[in-house]
Structure formats: C-alpha cells, structure tokens
C-alpha cells in the first residue's frame, strides 16, 4: 500500500509538471508580462530594459525552471486586470466555487447511490424506468441549460429563489467566505448546485445501475444467494462494494470535473467563483491570471485524482495487499 | 548434437523464453522490511528446453496449466522470439530470420489453435479466411485455381466447400476447429502445431477433431508437435510424448515407454492423477501448490514438491539426460538410481 | 444490390431495431430534424441571414399561438427581429455540422491514435498519459482552454469569421482521447486473440494484419461510442457559444441562439431561449436514446440471460 | 436407505422473447441419504440447470414450469423465497465451477464463511470463527487461524476450491451439489479435490451430486450415473455397470468416444454431428437424429426412462 501510495504521488507530480509546462507555454507564447507589470503606457526601450531586467530574453527551459521555481513558492504571476498577485486573486475567489462543487457532489453522491441502486437491483419496476428515463433527458441537457430554466421556472416565474450572486457571505478562518452559514447565501447556493449536480447525477446513476447490474450477474452473487445469506447483504455488501471500485475511478474523476463546468454554472448565475473569473480573464486577454488557472485546477484535478486512486487502493484488498493494480 | 539428421524435422535446441511483465519503473517499485527496492517481474515461461522432432511422428507435450507449454509451441511457430536457444527445420536454424526469408517456412509449418471461437476472425468469411493464406504465399495462382484449392481443403476437413460464404458464427465449435485446420492445411505443410485443439470441446466432438487430425496425418504425411494437457488424449495421439512442469522438460519418452514405466517422479504422480473409467482413486498426492514462474525454486524446479529431494536437488538443475530407449529425463534421483 | 438490401432487411440488427418503439420512434424523429435542418433554405419561412428581410420593430415577438403573436412568425421572433422557426432551423443545421465535423476529426484522430498506442508499446505509454490527463481535466475544459488560445491567436473578430470550422477543430482536437482510448482498449484486446496469431503464423506483416484483421474488430465499439460522442459535440458547441467561444451572433447556432436570448427571459420573452433549449434537447436525447440502444444490442452482455 | 431427494416429473422451461424452451423435459430422478449421484452430459444438456433448480435458483429467464422436488419428504419447488432461504446452503450447499469467480475478491475468507454461519445459525461472533476454523481443518488449509483474514487472491485455485467446499460444510447440510468442481483445475488438483469430496461423503454420511461432462470423474466419485442428453435423462444406473455395460446407444458413444476405451484402436468411435440446441430439439426421441440404431418409432415417440436389464433404465425404443 505505502509503495503504491507512492507511485500515484509520483505520477500526479509529473503530471502537474506537464500541466505548468503547458500553462507556462501558453504564457510565454502570449502573455505580455511587461504590461501585467506596469501597464500599457512605457515607452518601447523601458520596455526592452524591464524585459531584460526580468530575464526574458533568457532561454524559454530557463524561463520555465524559474516559473517553477516561483510557483512552488506561491508566485504564479500578476494580473494585468486585478493588479494584484495572481494567488491573491484566486484565493479570493477559491471559496464560491469549492463551496458549490461541495454541495453539487453532496447531491450527487446522496442520489445516486440510491437510485442507482434501486434501479439496479428492480430493473423492470415502473420506478426504476422514471429513473432511466430521467437519466437520460438529464444527459442530454446542457447545463447551463438547465439553469437558465431554473432560474425561468423559480425566479422568474414563481419569484422563489435569487436568479444570481452568492447573497450574504460570512468569513471564515479569516480567509474563507462562505454561503454556507447563513440563510441568504444558501437559498442562493440551491439552484447553482442543482444546476451543477444536474450533469454528474444522470451518469452516476447510469454508471452505478450498469456496474451494479453486471456485478449482480456474476459468479460469486450467485453463490452468495446460494448459501442463502440474506437479500440484503447480497446486494449491499456482496454487491455494491464490488460495484464500488469501477464507480471510484471513474466517479472520482468526474467529481473533478464539476470544477469544470461551474465555468458555465457560474457565468449564468453571475456566481463570484474561479470559473466566471476565468471567463472574464479570457475575455480581458488577463494570460497570468488564465494560466494560473489553468495550473490550479490542475492541481485539483491530481490531488482529487490521487486521492481517488488511494480511496480505490484502501477498498480494495488486492492493491491494499500486494500493491499492483 | 548432430543436426543433419535427415529423419529429423524440426529440432529444438535449448529454448529459452522469459516474458517481462513489470510495467514502467514506477511498477517495479517495492517497499521491503523499511527499504524501497526496484524489483523487476520476469515471468520465465521456459527454460532451456532441448528436443527433436522425426518425420511424420506425433510429439505430443503435457503438463499443467502454466508449465509453458503453449508458449513453447509458439516459439517454435515463430510467434515470440526466443530469449536464446534455436530453432531448427530441417537442420537450418529459423528462429533469426528475418520476415522475408522466414516467409518459405511458413508455408511448411502452420498452426492450429485452443479456441474456435477466438481463432477465427468474426468479420471475415470462411472463404475469405481459407483464401487470404493461399493468395499470400502464391499470387501467381489464378482466381480459379484459389477457389479449387479452397474448395479441396474444405472437403479435406469435412465442411461442406458451399459454405464458404458463411460468418464463423454460423458454425458450431467442431465445425470451426475443422475450418481452422483447413486454414492451416491451405499451404501444404509438412509440420502443424497445434495448440490445445480440442480442449474447448465436448467429448463426442473431440472424438471427431482426433479422427479428422490422424486421418489427416495419414493422408498427407504431416508431422505434430500437440499440445494438450489431457493425458488420456496424448496416449491415444501420440508417438512420443514429453512431460513439462514449470518451464522445463522433466521426461521424454516414446509414449508406451511413457505411460508403462514413468520415470520422473513427476510424470508418475501426474499419471497416477488420471482419472481412470470405473476404478477406485488411487493418486500419488503432491505436496504444496505449483510455484510461480516468476520466482523458479533454485535447482529442480520440482524439487518443493517431490518426495525423492535431496541436497543436490536444491541446488543443481538436472540436465535433460539421455536414458534406455529414446528417452530423456532431467532428474537426479533417477541418474543417481535413487528411484 | 438486391442480395445486400434482402441481407440488410434480414439481419438481426433490422429486426431488434424494429422491435424497439423507443429506438424507432427515435430513429424518426432525429430523421425529421436532420432533414428539415438541412433542408432549411428552402423550408424555412424566413432567411435570417439576409438583413434586407429582418426588420427591428418586429424584435421580441412572441409565438403565434400568443395573443400578441402574428401567424408570419409561427414561434416568435428573436431580439433582432429574425422568425425564430427559421433561424432555430439554420442554427440547428450549424449544430449538426459541427457535431458531425468534430466527430470525424475526433474519430480520425482518435483511430489512429489508438492504432497506433494498441499495436506499438514504446509509443502506448506517452500517448496514454496524454489522453489520461486531457481526460482528467474533462473534454469541457480542454475545449474551453483550446478555444480561448484560439481567440487569443486570431483576436474575436476573425476568430467569429471562421468560428464553425474552428469549433470542429477545438472539439475535435479536445475529446479524441474518448476514441483513442476505445480503440486501444479493442486493439489490446483483439490482438490476444488467436486469430491474429493465426495471420501472423501465415507471414502476414504486421500493417496488414492491423488494417485487415484487428481494426474491422475494433469497429463495433468505435460505433457505440460515435453515437453518444456526436450529441457530446453538439453540447460542446453549445457550451462554447454560450461562453462566447463559439458562433457569433450573425449566424447562431442553436447554443449561441439560446445565450441571446437568456437575458430576455427576464422581462418574460421566454421563448427566444426557451424553444431552441427544447430543440436542442430533443436533438441531444434522440442521439442518446439511440445510442443507447445500439450499445445494448452491440454488447448485450447483461441480456444474455 | 432413505431418500433424501426426490425429482419428480420436473419441467424447466426458459422464457426468451419469442418463444419459451424447455430446458429439462420430465426429469425424475431420486438421491438416497448419504448417497453419491453423479449427473454426466455434454455442455448444453442441461445438467447445470438441473442442479440449480434443486434449490431454485435457475438463472433468469428460466423458471420451474411443473413437477416437484421432493427434500426430506416435503415439496421445496413451491417454498416462498425465505423458506427456501433456511434449505439453501444450509441443508443444500453448491459448489460451483471456477474457484477463480466464486469467491468474492473484494471479502475476506473469514467473512465469508461467517455469513453463511450467521445466516443459518444464532451464534457468536466467537463461535462461528470456531467453526470456520474447524471445517477449514477438514479441508486440510493449513494454518486456518491466519487464513481466515485473507481474501481470496492470495490463494491458489485448488486451494479456493477447498475453501468453497469447507463453506459448503459449515452448516453439515444433507446434500452436496457440485456443478463442475474441478473443470477449471489441473489433473493432479482435480485428484485431490475429488479425493476429499469423497473422503468427507464418507465420512460424514452426505449426500453428493456430481455434475461434470467428466465421464471417468463421475466414475471414480459416485455410486451411480444419470446421462443426459438435451433436457432429458437417457440412461439411470449404478456407476459400474454404466461405465462397462452402457445400454443407450448415446451412452455407448460417449464412453466409446474416450481415447483410453480405445485401447490400441487408433480411430475413436465417433458420434456425428452435433447436441441439437434447445431450439432444434427433435421430436420424438431428442437423440434420434445422431443414432445408428434410428426407426420410426423414434422419430414419432418420445421413449420412457424405463427399467431394462441389470437393473440399469434406459430411455430408448431399441434396448432390451
């Protein structure tokens, strides 16, 4: 287990280095580090001099190794846009957005399991075909479609629940503003996260009902029902923790990728979070702050990815034993 | 050994075939007793396997499943290539050539395989399988004469030649190791490989794959290496028979020899293993389970599990060894008497 | 010509399909809306890229069934005064293109990439990590980060000129670890079958024995995912044109028709976001639903019974 | 001897889209107390299905169409799912073909057998490791102490299979049935697995069903033989006299089939073609197809499993 702990740490490493590669290319390739620095208003040969002074005329490996160098320690750059620190910038924004992928994932998680479940182990019962059925209208609707008409049928319509923003926001830890404590801020979290839960919930119950099933149809179910244990463990024990391990590779992964679209999420509900400040960047040409992005969502993506990979390994005993997958 | 030998065919000289399965470096990192080590996985499927193989004769190779047999069969096919050792036809080594000038003796020798269900392409027709072979190895023959020469192997077979048209759903899986035979036989060979042929049927269509293989063997004087790990079968079968346990020959033997007075502890414990029609059990037990190939035992790989193991056992292989009558067995105990 | 119709009619694929109202109905309905997209010139009422026929005052109609409405524009009209039936139709036929475009890039690139990491190891291991971690990040994102380098290179206003071709490329370029991926794991698994080790026994080189023999296999996957990776497109595109990444305003998709008209739903004209939402949705689901339905008869592992 | 399990008259159908087809066609066959049957037959003649409807658990689209199974005198064919529940592993246990896919990879060993322990019995904790042990010590496991924290893949196949028949003995049930036991094993493992099957039928008076296409298996393990052929038994008697004297011309096939009755002929006898699947059944006689002994009759008349000589019963129109 510890050496296979190991591995995935080592290969979300040298994937972060490919991502900040990438990201540091984007940058160098169009950023304009000059003006992120001190604006448009320089003359061509302050230009040159500040260039110099900030060594980029240097070899692009030499600029890169210093980017690194500098992202370790926190320094992902200015924003042209904010004028402040990079890291600064996203800090400020981190909390909306994670305390939104929160939530969406608790109704992910809390639904799925269920319904997936009930679906599977009942395939032919009316219930379970309004789930199916469901499921895939829920697919096949675009998220920010599904807000747009949430905000029509609830705020427009029926005038429930705010159309935008985070309402009353309370800090926390001194850094942290959070929706969560107040009434305000989460009557103004439940669209957003049904709308962001919206595109995850149909494919995790289609995933959990189609594991589930194949699960059931195996072997040891059916020697499991042969020695006449209980219905239940059968299926909650014998089956569903054999349904869990394809679930926490591929579940794992797409609870990361909700981070990727509270891009669209945000941009309806004018939602204060990292994505609608990375719309905002792109449109703004704001390259340090895009690409900072860019490599903190990476990071989400390898740590939720490592910690995915060791959940599965903890779960399941022949990597806890003997390591390989 | 001498080579040219002109009653032998195929000869195998010291095979070796070891398969590295340990992934990229990551993989192979192991954490031991506080310490990381980097540990490599070596699957050793066969090791140093000598034999030769007459004209016309059926040699058949036993063993459990994992002793390497199969990948021995594809070693001499050409298939992998072997880690060291050579491979000859007819006295001319073929394990080093390359494409081009191997491309002769693939039409001498062919293979058949386990699995009806997997050794036909599903897409292609039976025809276009039966054809693809011919027209590969001689595009100077017309359309006519490719369609003849299908027509003639499917009769061969016992396929009814109208059928060519047909997918290999369509047929049954005796139907279809008898169309995978045709397949082979569609070149003429001299020499056929085949691999487990009729593990995956039931009795009565065994019986008709075996029938069709000798009277095959009769007609066009075709010489087997058979691999199978059904021993009732191989005695039917065979000529000579060769027993492998964990990658390495523990006897050969011409079959009665064989099956009559066993000489390697291990075949006699497999043969007493047989279920035999109508009598009582009565094996000889083994001790333990089969090591992994990955970690060989030092010395005779047998050595965990034989009752006859001594010092020397444990720590020097035995070599192949010739004994009375055409046979060879690899054990100590039997050239020191013991047994 | 006859014998391949009667194989066709006669197959299983014809009589399963036949036997499924969901698949049949949705079969009909996706033919519907195909044809009467591309079809759109000469069905549609109104030519809403010609601005010698738009008139501003008729801006924010609503559909005819509405009082206010009027029988020249059958579902309203958008904030510029365009018939809404007829610019959703054009829309729809850009999604529809750009799905299709995007698919075959993907399917393309994805193929042979796929091949290729399948059949030769050295190259498997880098080609893999690429897809793992661009699927990682999510096919969405990729896209997203793809199409904002994009604007930046060509500057907005010539990055709309060319936007529908560029949106194939930003799709296609994002999601062909989907194919790739598929192929790979079919070609691994078909070149252990012995089949192939019988094509190698007769000499056949190893380019022949992929194309002939291994790529024919991996087809039935390739099939199932195209399906679901077609609606997956035309939601890509759609998202791109809400995020202001995709097409411009002059000639919407139905994505970038639906980003227009959310601002309008505040003061209640509903329908210019509303009806082409329902339309692409209905496009979205029939693709689904068949693919659905191709993937369970393809692989009907959990019927076997 | 009395009789543990009576099969009368049993009908199991498959209900497909289209049609429905019958599985076992009328099958009557009985197990006494502490008695080894053994059920021989190609792949596709239903042997299987046979076995799993003992304890109703036909995999699903089939359902027991008609006739009784008659266990300890009561008909358990009709019992709702709870009380079927109580015989199920508990007075009925299976094993099953591929030790490899039986056990659960993701459970230990000792949860396992404990489950079953639990669900059929109201002990401890404590006790029901006690027993787990026990039963792990019959199947000679070395060391079942530790082993019963250990989950399946540290095991070797031979060594699961133990495994699976020291669970099928936790709750001392009255009737083995063993669908394929030893299919997926090595020789020199199939002599061992069989060895203690037998050794435990012995010892502790159980009743056995062996279930393989094995011929020679079933001959060395069983006191008698039931062939079956495409739904139906064809031939019921004591394991000797079938294996030396078959009477139904399929029987006599099948055992001439065998390359060790060969002897130093060098063609096999050979039955043609192929088991008719459930669709293409013949009517009349489902054998008649493929028989060198064939006549009208049988082409018209399904024939009885009835007594002939020696006390073996065969179905066929043409034995004595």
């Known amino acids: ?325 | 050994m001498t080579t040219n030998n002109p009653e032998i065919l195929v000869s195998i000289r010291n095979v070796v075939k070891h398969f590295d399965i340990s992934g990229g470096w990551l993989e192979q990192i192991k954490f031991d007793n506080g310490r990381i080590t980097r540990k490599q996985s070596i699957v050793k499927a066969v090791n140093g396997i000598s034999f030769d193989i007459k004209k016309g004769q059926t040699v058949s190779v036993v063993g459990e499943s994992g002793c390497g047999k199969s990948t021995l069969a594809r070693t001499v096919m050409g298939l992998y290539p072997p880690n060291s050792g050579e491979i000859l036809y007819q006295g001319k080594r073929i394990d080093n050539l390359s494409d081009a000038k191997l491309k002769h003796y693939r039409t001498r020798m062919q293979m058949v395989f386990q699995d009806p269900y997997a050794s036909l392409n599903p897409r292609m027709t039976v025809g276009k399988t039966l054809r693809e072979p011919i027209r590969f190895h001689r595009p100077e023959l017309k359309e006519g004469q490719v369609a003849e020469k299908v027509a003639e192997v499917m009769a061969k077979v016992g396929i009814d030649p109208d059928w060519q048209d047909r997918f290999p759903h369509e047929f049954s899986g005796g139907q279809r190791q008898r169309i995978s035979i045709a397949r082979a036989l569609a070149l003429d060979p001299d020499f056929i490989v085949a691999d487990e042929p009729i593990a995956a049927l039931d009795v009565s269509i065994q019986a008709q794959i075996l029938n069709l293989m000798m009277d095959l063997q009769e007609k066009s004087d075709l010489t087997y290496l058979f691999i199978s790990h059904d021993l009732s079968v191989v005695e039917h079968i065979s000529d000579v028979v060769a027993v492998m346990y964990l990658g390495s020959l523990c006897e050969m033997a011409p079959k009665k020899q064989l099956f009559d007075n066993p000489a390697h502890p291990y075949t006699q414990a497999l043969l007493s293993a047989i279920p035999k029609l109508g009598h009582e059990f009565s094996h000889e037990k083994l001790k333990g389970d089969i090591p992994s190939p990955i970690n060989l035992p030092a010395g005779c790989v047998f050595h965990t599990r034989c009752k006859y193991v001594n010092d020397r056992c444990r720590s020097e292989i035995p070599a192949q060894r010739a004994g009375d009558g055409n046979t060879i067995v690899a054990c100590h105990a039997v050239e020191e008497k013991r047994i | 010509m006859v014998t391949t119709w009667n194989r066709i009619k006669n197959s299983d694929f014809i009589y399963h399909f036949l036997r499924d109202p969901v698949a049949c109905v949705s079969f009909m309905i996706l033919l519907v809306l195909v044809v009467s997209s591309f079809a759109a010139p000469i069905i549609a009422p109104h030519d809403p890229y010609n601005p010698a026929t738009i008139d501003i005052m008729d801006s924010e109609l609503p559909p005819a069934w509405n009082a206010e409405g009027t029988a020249k524009f059958l579902l309203g009209t958008d904030d510029m005064g365009r018939d809404l039936l007829s610019t959703m139709l054009y829309g729809m036929r850009i999604s529809i293109i750009i799905g299709l475009g995007a698919v075959a890039l993907q399917a393309f690139l994805g193929i042979v990439i796929g091949l290729l990491s399948g059949y030769i190891k050295r190259l498997d291991t880098i080609l893999m990590r690429i897809a793992d971690v661009q699927l990682s990040f999510s096919t969405y994102m990729i896209a997203i980060f793809i199409g904002a380098i994009f604007q930046m290179m060509f500057g907005v206003a010539n990055y709309e000129q060319i936007a529908a071709p560029l949106l194939i490329l930003i799709i296609g370029l994002a999601e062909w670890p989907q194919y790739a991926r598929t192929v790979r794991a079919s070609v691994l698994a078909e070149k252990k079958k012995e089949y192939v080790e019988a094509a190698r026994v007769i000499g056949l080189s190893n380019i022949r024995i992929m194309w002939r023999h291994i790529l024919p296999n991996t087809l039935s996957p390739v099939l199932v995912i195209s399906t679901v990776q077609v609606a997956n497109a035309i939601m890509s595109e759609a998202a791109l044109s809400f995020l202001g990444l995709g097409m411009p305003m002059t000639k919407p998709s139905l994505g970038s028709l639906i980003t227009a008209g959310f601002e309008y739903i505040f003061s209640g004209s509903w329908w210019i976001t509303i009806l082409p939402g329902i339309l692409l949705v209905l496009l979205i689901l029939v693709i689904n639903l068949l693919g659905d339905w191709v993937r369970d008869y393809l692989n009907p592992k959990l019927y076997k019974g | 001897m009395s009789e543990l399990l009576k099969i009368k008259n049993l009908n199991v159908d498959f209900a497909l889209r289209e049609r429905t087809l019958r599985a076992i066609n009328d099958v009557s066959i009985s197990i006494d107390k502490g008695e080894r049957l053994g059920v021989v037959g190609e792949s596709g003649a239903g042997k299987s299905v046979l076995g799993f409807s003992i304890i109703n658990l036909i995999s699903k689209p089939g359902y027991i169409d008609s006739g009784q199974i008659v266990f300890k005198g009561e008909d358990i064919s009709k019992y709702s799912y709870d009380r079927m529940r109580t015989i199920r592993g508990n007075q009925i246990s299976m094993i099953f073909q591929d030790p490899m896919m039986t056990l659960n990879p993701v459970l230990s060993i000792g949860e396992q057998m404990r489950e079953t322990v639990f669900a059929h019995m109201n002990v401890s904790k404590a006790k029901a490791n006690e027993i787990c042990v026990e039963k792990l010590k019959k199947v000679y496991i070395p060391s079942p102490e530790k082993r019963l924290n250990q989950y399946p893949h540290e095991f070797s196949g031979g060594m699961r299979q133990r495994i699976v028949i020291a669970i099928s003995l936790l709750t001392n049930p009255d009737l083995i049935i063993a669908d394929e036991p030893t299919t997926a094993l090595d020789v020199t493992i199939q002599a061992e697995i069989m060895d203690l099957l037998l050794e435990l039928c012995k010892t502790d008076n159980m009743g056995l069903m062996l279930i393989t296409h094995d011929l020679s298996v079933v001959s060395q393990v069983t006191q008698r033989i039931a062939v079956m052929y495409a739904g139906t038994i064809v031939e019921l008697g004591d394991t000797a006299t079938v294996a030396h004297k078959p009477q139904h011309p399929y029987t006599v096939g099948l055992l001439g089939a065998l390359p060790q009755r060969a002897g130093s002929e060098k063609r096999l006898n050979q039955i043609p073609g192929v088991m008719p699947g459930l669709a293409k059944i013949p009517a009349g006689c489902p054998f008649s197809d493929r028989c060198s002994l064939v006549g009208d009759i049988c082409r018209e008349k399904r024939p009885q499993l009835l007594e002939k000589t020696n006390g073996i019963r065969v179905a066929c129109h043409f034995v004595e």
């Open chain 1, 1 to 325: 287990m510890f050496a296979f702990t190991v591995k995935r740490i080592a290969q979300g490493i040298l994937v972060m280095l490919i991502i900040s590669f990438i990201g540091f290319g984007i940058k160098h390739n169009f950023g304009d580090p000059v003006r992120e620095l001190v604006g448009e208003r320089v003359t061509p040969e302050e230009r040159a001099q500040i260039r110099e002074k900030l060594g980029l005329n240097d070899p692009f490996m030499v600029q890169y190794v210093r980017f690194l160098k500098n992202a370790v320690q926190g320094d992902l750059g200015r924003s042209f846009f904010f004028k402040k620190p990079v890291t600064e910038v996203i800090a400020a924004k981190a909390p909306a957005t994670l305390e939104l992928v929160f939530c969406a994932s608790l109704i992910v998680v809390g639904l799925s399991i269920p319904l997936g479940i009930y679906a599977a182990i009942h395939p032919k019962k009316l219930f379970s075909r309004l789930i199916m059925g469901g499921s895939i209208i829920g697919v096949s609707m675009p998220v920010f479609l599904t807000a747009i008409l949430l905000i029509y049928i609830f705020s427009v319509e029926l005038g429930w629940l705010p159309s935008f923003g985070r309402g009353e926001t309370v800090t926390v830890f001194g850094f942290w503003d959070s929706g969560l404590l107040t009434k305000e801020g989460l009557r103004h979290l439940i669209m957003p996260s049904i709308a962001l839960s919206s595109i995850m919930l149909p494919l995790f119950i289609r995933l959990i009902r189609s594991e589930m099933m194949e699960v059931l149809e195996s072997e040891y179910v059916k020697y499991a029902w042969a020695k006449g244990i209980k219905p239940r463990r059968v299926w909650y024990v014998h089956a569903f923790k054999n349904t869990l391990l394809p679930v926490i590779t591929v579940g794992g992964v797409q609870l990361g990728i909700m981070v990727a679209f509270t891009i669209l999420t945000e941009t309806v509900f004018q939602w204060q979070g990292m994505g609608s400040m990375f719309i905002e960047s792109v449109t703004r040409a704001d390259t340090a702050l895009m690409v900072s992005y860019i490599v903190v969502v990476g990071a989400i993506f390898v740590v939720v990815n490592t910690i995915v990979d060791i959940i599965y390994g903890l779960v399941n005993p022949v990597v806890r034993v003997t390591g390989r997958k």
